[in-house]
T-cell receptor
Framework: LAKTTQPISMDSYEGQEVNITCSHN???????ITWYQQFPSQGPRFIIQ???TKVTNEVASLFIPADRKSSTLSLPRVSLSDTAVYYC????????????FGKGTKLSVKP | GAGVSQSPSNKVTEKGKDVELRCDPI?????LYWYRQSLGQGLEFLIY????????KSGLPSDRFSAERTGGSVSTLTIQRTQQEDSAVYLC?????????????FGEGSRLTVL
């Protein structure tokens, strides 16, 4: 399974756009990139998944360059409720097995 | 409820005692995962069940840890002779077969404190 590297923490203010970048230099051909969000005292929650280029849903956008060695989760106009830990995962969707979550990026949104 | 259910939500035990943590996955989900999360840390994979296949136990930290999944549904994680370093939140997740994203649906966890 490809290892991922992401910043330990980030700070932002309400209304700003936040971009969290994840490095995954050893991503395999069959691997997808998935992001989860975890609030305190809760289990992680799926946010978005992509393979290449750009994916957008009602919560976030995911940008993946052509070489797929990194990806950027973009949260538009964050609010205080977006304060959470964000995890980047890389793996084959067909064999999720022992997904590695890592320590994630702790995003703190300030008023 | 429609989500993954875990019990107990909180468990305080004394060092050396055995504990059992229960997970009720979402009905129909064939895959079930156990993770452990220590304070301020990421999720540590413990064990993975997929249908009737042999479980992937590669993440269990010692032979004091074991897990069962009966009838392809409910799972129990057992920790024998608990140690203080076992204190953590134990998270269970399930996932259906055939879901394109392979999304994991997590419960709210069981917080274990070993005194």
């Amino acid at each position: 399974l490809a290892k991922t590297t992401q910043p330990i923490s980030m700070d932002s203010y309400e209304g700003q756009e936040v971009n969290i970048t994840c490095s995954h230099n050893n991503i395999a051909t069959n691997d997808y990139i998935t992001w989860y969000q975890q609030f305190p005292s809760q289990g992680p929650r799926f946010i978005i998944q992509g393979y290449k280029t750009k994916v957008t849903n009602e919560v976030a956008s995911l940008f993946i360059p052509a070489d797929r060695k990194s990806s950027t989760l973009s949260l538009p106009r964050v609010s205080l409720s977006d304060t959470a830990v964000y995890y980047c995962l890389v793996g084959d969707r067909g064999s999720q097995g022992n997904l590695i979550f890592g320590k994630g990026t702790k995003l703190s949104v300030k008023p | 409820g429609a989500g993954v259910s875990q019990s107990p939500s909180n468990k305080v035990t004394e060092k050396g005692k055995d504990v059992e943590l229960r997970c009720d996955p979402i009905s129909g989900h064939t895959a079930l995962y156990w993770y452990r999360q220590s304070l301020g840390q990421g999720l540590e994979f413990l064990i993975y069940f997929q249908g009737n296949s042999a479980p992937d136990k590669s993440g269990l930290p010692s032979d004091r840890f074991s897990a069962e999944r009966t009838g392809g549904s409910v799972s129990t994680l057992t920790i024998q002779r608990t140690q203080q370093e076992d204190s953590a939140v134990y998270l269970c997740a399930s996932s259906p077969t055939g879901l394109d994203t392979g999304e994991l649906f997590f419960g709210e966890g069981s917080r274990l404190t070993v005194l």
